[in-house]
């Protein structure tokens, strides 16, 4: 898969892509995406594909054209690396010797708890807004502030100067208002190990932008690890009107093998297992008053990267995500199964775990005296069950709705609220896209586009202005409609565009 493993190339000044067809004249505005891009450097390659290097595109749609152009982001792991010809920085799936940061770690052997390991800033995954300001970001305590427009890395920043936390997840949620909401992990140092949720508000960044809008970050709340030092992996969380859903999985990150990573001769991607024998927990916490749901929610051991949608119905919290029976997904992302082609490659897929749609539902007027042994989901549009279990926990289990789906996108003036439609990558019998999907959760019926030899990454949906239907129109660098998922128009590039992971739309002002 060539298409993904080789190195992509930067296209620093704006190019115009040729249209045809028709664009909506309402879409003006800016696509941000980024992803991997660069795997090797002088001599040196990379393990894995999460590893590569962040390559940052935007394509600015404005009156009838699309401009694109491309950056690599400016970090410091960037020029080190390129100064020296060689990767000179760990990545999570690839540790280097020497590494700058091998003095914090052997201060972990005399004391343990005083681990943070100083992660790269090679913030490659999504790009997310805090006030007004726009950061690349990873799933570490930096992230990169980039400039919409020119695509400048325009400052490092570090969450720890502002909130204490070691890793905070690269898909926030934004509110109504453009508050944005995060969850991040404090390990150690910082009294009881947690994971913490907070708020950054939508007024936070200063009129000159130069002071950055996470100043003003307010922690909303906090869930202890159930495990001190193996504290759960999470991509993503789901949000309500008014909860915060948080999966504490059994796919965990154990601190002992992180902190003594470097010295075995190990990734620290190689310290994240899933222990399949345990549960699943599920956290639902007011983001109003920070207080969790005092109900012990859980179900089967999964794996869970993104989370679709959440919302409230008739007293119940409902939510869906995409889950997995196992962790291979990170193991196919080794750039040496990536690089497998033909008979080698289809063997190599006969692991992977395929993801599926699955729509939880979690009963809140839960009390002592409800029955023991029955359902107590009273929605009747769902199979989803949650079961009160002798000691007062409720035992929950999913509804699948559809599999072979990823990096879902839904009408983000949705998020929150009952929905219908999820559009996302179809993954069928591989865990690269081929083909865009639509998905209606309520008629489960499913439309696509592909076509051949295209690999869609994420589609991104785009409303148009005034649109009261959920479905009303979605664009691409492809433009598809989303209701009839029929092509509006393409934006040819005459420049080479790699493949990304995430991204979101920035709306011109009007
Ligand atoms: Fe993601």
Same mark, same amino acid.
């Given at each position: 898969?060539?298409?993904?493993?080789?190195?992509?190339?930067?296209?620093?000044?704006?190019?115009?892509?040729?249209?045809?067809?028709?664009?909506?004249?309402?879409?003006?505005?800016?696509?941000?995406?980024?992803?991997?891009?660069?795997?090797?450097?002088?001599?040196?390659?990379?393990?894995?594909?999460?590893?590569?290097?962040?390559?940052?595109?935007?394509?600015?749609?404005?009156?009838?054209?699309?401009?694109?152009?491309?950056?690599?982001?400016?970090?410091?792991?960037?020029?080190?690396?390129?100064?020296?010809?060689?990767?000179?920085?760990?990545?999570?799936?690839?540790?280097?010797?020497?590494?700058?940061?091998?003095?914090?770690?052997?201060?972990?052997?005399?004391?343990?708890?005083?681990?943070?390991?100083?992660?790269?800033?090679?913030?490659?995954?999504?790009?997310?807004?805090?006030?007004?300001?726009?950061?690349?970001?990873?799933?570490?305590?930096?992230?990169?502030?980039?400039?919409?427009?020119?695509?400048?890395?325009?400052?490092?920043?570090?969450?720890?100067?502002?909130?204490?936390?070691?890793?905070?997840?690269?898909?926030?949620?934004?509110?109504?208002?453009?508050?944005?909401?995060?969850?991040?992990?404090?390990?150690?140092?910082?009294?009881?190990?947690?994971?913490?949720?907070?708020?950054?508000?939508?007024?936070?960044?200063?009129?000159?932008?130069?002071?950055?809008?996470?100043?003003?970050?307010?922690?909303?709340?906090?869930?202890?690890?159930?495990?001190?030092?193996?504290?759960?992996?999470?991509?993503?969380?789901?949000?309500?009107?008014?909860?915060?859903?948080?999966?504490?999985?059994?796919?965990?990150?154990?601190?002992?093998?992180?902190?003594?990573?470097?010295?075995?001769?190990?990734?620290?991607?190689?310290?994240?297992?899933?222990?399949?024998?345990?549960?699943?927990?599920?956290?639902?916490?007011?983001?109003?008053?920070?207080?969790?749901?005092?109900?012990?929610?859980?179900?089967?051991?999964?794996?869970?990267?993104?989370?679709?949608?959440?919302?409230?119905?008739?007293?119940?919290?409902?939510?869906?995500?995409?889950?997995?029976?196992?962790?291979?997904?990170?193991?196919?992302?080794?750039?040496?199964?990536?690089?497998?082609?033909?008979?080698?490659?289809?063997?190599?897929?006969?692991?992977?775990?395929?993801?599926?749609?699955?729509? %939880? #539902?979690?009963?809140?007027?839960?009390?002592? *005296?409800?029955?023991?042994?029955?359902? !107590?989901?009273? =929605?009747?549009?769902? @199979?989803?069950?949650?079961?009160?279990?002798?000691?007062?926990?409720?035992?929950?289990?999913?509804?699948?709705?559809?599999?072979?789906?990823?990096?879902?996108?839904?009408?983000?003036?949705?998020?929150?609220?009952?929905?219908?439609?999820?559009?996302?990558?179809?993954?069928?019998?591989?865990?690269?896209?081929?083909?865009?999907?639509?998905?209606?959760?309520?008629?489960?019926?499913?439309?696509?586009?592909?076509?051949?030899?295209?690999?869609?990454?994420?589609?991104? %949906? #785009?409303?148009?202005?005034?649109?009261?239907? *959920?479905?009303?129109?979605?664009?691409? !660098?492809?433009? =598809?409609?989303?209701? @009839?998922?029929?092509?509006?128009?393409?934006?040819?590039?005459?420049?080479?565009?790699?493949?990304?992971?995430?991204?979101?739309?920035?709306?011109?002002?009007?």
């Amino acid at each position: 898969m060539e298409v993904y493993t080789t190195n992509g190339k930067e296209t620093p000044e704006p190019v115009k892509a040729q249209i045809t067809g028709s664009l909506p004249a309402w879409l003006q505005g800016t696509l941000l995406r980024n992803g991997p891009a660069l795997f090797s450097v002088g001599t040196s390659e990379y393990n894995h594909w999460f590893d590569g290097m962040s390559l940052i595109h935007s394509f600015t749609f404005s009156n009838g054209e699309v401009h694109y152009r491309s950056k690599f982001l400016k970090s410091d792991t960037y020029k080190k690396n390129i100064k020296a010809d060689r990767i000179v920085v760990s990545e999570f799936g690839t540790m280097i010797y020497p590494d700058p940061c091998k003095n914090i770690f052997s201060r972990t052997f005399s004391h343990l708890c005083n681990v943070i390991p100083d992660f790269t800033d090679n913030n490659l995954i999504n790009i997310i807004r805090y006030g007004q300001d726009y950061y690349a970001s990873s799933e570490i305590n930096y992230i990169n502030k980039i400039d919409p427009a020119t695509l400048e890395t325009v400052a490092k920043e570090n969450y720890r100067n502002h909130i204490a936390l070691n890793l905070a997840t690269a898909h926030p949620h934004y509110d109504d208002e453009g508050n944005t909401y995060n969850m991040g992990t404090a390990l150690m140092s910082f009294g009881l190990p947690k994971y913490v949720i907070f708020k950054v508000p939508a007024d936070g960044s200063d009129k000159e932008k130069k002071k950055p809008a996470l100043r003003k970050v307010q922690q909303i709340g906090s869930i202890p690890f159930r495990s001190t030092l193996c504290p759960s992996y999470y991509h993503s969380f789901g949000m309500t009107e008014n909860y915060i859903v948080f999966v504490e999985q059994p796919f965990k990150l154990d601190i002992v093998k992180l902190a003594t990573a470097y010295f075995r001769g190990v990734s620290w991607g190689s310290c994240l297992k899933l222990d399949k024998d345990d549960i699943t927990l599920f956290h639902v916490v007011n983001k109003h008053t920070g207080k969790a749901v005092s109900t012990r929610f859980y179900g089967d051991a999964l794996v869970v990267f993104h989370h679709v949608n959440a919302y409230e119905d008739d007293d119940h919290v409902v939510f869906d995500m995409i889950t997995y029976e196992d962790s291979n997904l990170y193991e196919m992302f080794y750039l040496r199964n990536m690089r497998k082609e033909g008979d080698d490659f289809t063997e190599s897929l006969s692991s992977f775990a395929p993801p599926v749609l699955q729509r %939880f #539902v979690l009963p809140l007027n839960v009390h002592k *005296e409800s029955p023991r042994g029955s359902n !107590l989901v009273t =929605l009747t549009d769902t @199979t989803a069950t949650a079961v009160m279990q002798e000691d007062g926990s409720v035992y929950c289990k999913p509804e699948s709705l559809f599999t072979g789906l990823e990096l879902p996108a839904i009408n983000y003036k949705f998020n929150a609220k009952k929905y219908r439609y999820v559009y996302g990558s179809r993954v069928e019998y591989t865990p690269h896209p081929n083909q865009i999907a639509k998905f209606d959760v309520v008629s489960r019926k499913y439309s696509m586009w592909k076509q051949d030899n295209c690999f869609p990454s994420e589609p991104v %949906f #785009v409303a148009s202005p005034g649109a009261e239907e *959920e479905d009303d129109v979605s664009p691409f !660098l492809l433009v =598809l409609d989303a209701k @009839t998922f029929d092509e509006l128009a393409r934006a040819e590039i005459p420049a080479t565009v790699h493949l990304d992971l995430h991204g979101l739309f920035i709306p011109a002002a009007v």
